[in-house]
């Protein structure tokens, strides 16, 4: 072997040695932050309990009629909740409500959002888009798609917490639980979608403003901490 290939050997191996320490003080890391404790908001409590089923002007009428995950191995785990509700008033479109939450015991968070619901049920679906709910003194970041089939479209917003977080992706959720993983929390997570027809899209979104406004101002700071954080 010549005094050439000898450096680049002992270059090579001094870089191995480097890439194999950073691995090892990087898998140290990850195990001495584990995550250990468990985040839940809605604790005990159940989510027919705790959301009313009289909302503003909007009257609980049925569970029945929305569009749910479907009822595989993935779904089956991924929920320890889930709340269907449509509410309804004297005139006018009825108001969709699903509500899904997940312990996260395990610390690994998927969420089910419309997107996959949807389209496994035949929908044609927009883009999504950013949309923000005022509730006064803050606003609530969301999301905004519509949902079309057999001539019938679907407007929906809907959002998700995690821990503290409301993430507006994927990435931002992947990014939510690794912050909270790394300050030693597994936290609980919530996906509310709340949904009305109707072709005139702002005008729908108008509806399905008010109906989370309404909500949101009828729980207790518990409860609404559950929902938003």
Request: hydrophobic letters at 40%.
């Amino acid at each position: 072997m010549n005094e050439e290939s000898a450096g680049n050997g002992a270059v090579l191996t001094r870089r191995k040695f480097a890439l194999g320490f950073a691995f090892a003080s990087v898998a140290g890391i990850a195990a001495a932050r584990q995550p250990t404790k468990n985040i839940d908001y809605l604790g005990n409590n159940k989510l027919e309990t705790i959301l009313p089923e009289k909302v503003g002007k909007w009257r609980f009428v049925s569970s029945s009629g929305l569009v749910v995950p479907p009822e595989d191995q993935l779904s089956q785990a991924l929920y320890s909740q889930l709340l269907t509700r449509v509410y309804g008033t004297d005139s006018g479109t009825p108001i969709m409500l699903l509500v899904a939450q997940s312990s996260s015991q395990t610390g690994i968070l998927q969420i089910h959002r419309p997107e996959f619901c949807y389209t496994a049920g035949g929908y044609d679906l927009s883009p999504t888009t950013p949309h923000t709910v005022s509730l006064g003194g803050s606003a609530l970041p969301a999301l905004s798609i519509s949902a079309s089939i057999l001539g019938t479209t679907e407007q929906i917003v809907y959002w998700t917490r995690i821990g503290q977080h409301l993430p507006l992706s994927w990435r931002q959720q992947r990014m939510a639980v690794a912050m909270d993983n790394l300050r030693g929390i597994i936290p609980d997570a919530v996906m509310v979608r709340v949904s009305t027809y109707g072709n005139d899209k702002d005008a729908a979104l108008a509806q399905v403003d008010d109906f989370i406004r309404a909500m949101i101002g009828s729980v207790s700071p518990q409860v609404r901490r559950v929902l938003i954080g």
